[in-house]
Each structure stands twice: as C-alpha cells, then as structure tokens.
Nanobody, 123 residues
C-alpha cells in the first residue's frame, strides 16, 4: 500500500487542523492504521491508531481528548482531527499501516509509511 499524508499547515495555539492519509490499493480495510509525529530534535512518537474496521482506537496520553482518529474504508482514507492545538504539537505527522494486529505504538511494527505533513502551532 502507498500512503500520502496531507492537511498540515500553520495554526495558532488553540486552533484546529484535520490531517488526511490517502491510501492506494484495494485492501485498505485490511490494514490497521496509525499516526505518528516527529518534532524538532525528537524521536518519532506514537499519536493514535485505529483498528481495521475503525471500531477501536487508541491515543497517546498527550493528545487524548484533543485528537480524533477515524477512517473511511470506502474512500481509502484515514483522518486525524486535531483540536485545541498546542505549540508542543508542532511536528511532522506521518501516517502508517500494518497488516498484522492492531494497537501497536511502536513505529518499527508498521511496514508502510507516508511522506509526512508538517504541522506548526504558533504561540
């Protein structure tokens, strides 16, 4: 599967953005999906993940209650709605896919990655 993330940009603290991840191929529903981010000088970190059918989700504590992950399998697309953004949310956001299991927060367990989209939150 090929992934392409989009929707990043510059936003003021407290604002919102919605990221999209478009997937190629006809088997999108067979992949568990996730969002990760990498801030300046930081390692890539887990943000959120969603089960194949979209029925189950999991979030990093730092974004819980502010971010919402979702997917539309018929459209081969995953989303990340980000509300109440903070300067510390500034990062390149990556979407990723894996074919076995779901719920992993370890980037090394995701086989497929998008190119990333930059989110900058100003104070």
């Amino acid at each position: 599967v090929q992934l392409q993330a989009s929707g990043g940009g510059l936003v003021q603290a407290g604002g919102s953005l919605r990221l999209s991840c478009a997937a190629s191929g006809r088997t999108f529903s067979s992949y568990a999906m996730g969002w990760f981010r990498q801030g300046p000088g930081k390692e890539r970190e887990f943000v959120a993940t969603i089960r194949y059918s979209g029925g189950s989700t999991s979030y990093a504590d730092s974004v819980k209650g502010r971010f919402t992950i979702s997917r539309q399998n018929a459209e081969n697309t995953m989303y990340l709605q980000m509300n109440s953004l903070k300067p510390e949310d500034t990062a390149i956001y990556y979407c990723a896919a894996r074919t076995t299991g779901w719920g992993s927060r370890n980037p090394s367990e995701y086989a497929y990655w998008g190119q990333g989209t930059l989110v900058t939150v100003s104070s």
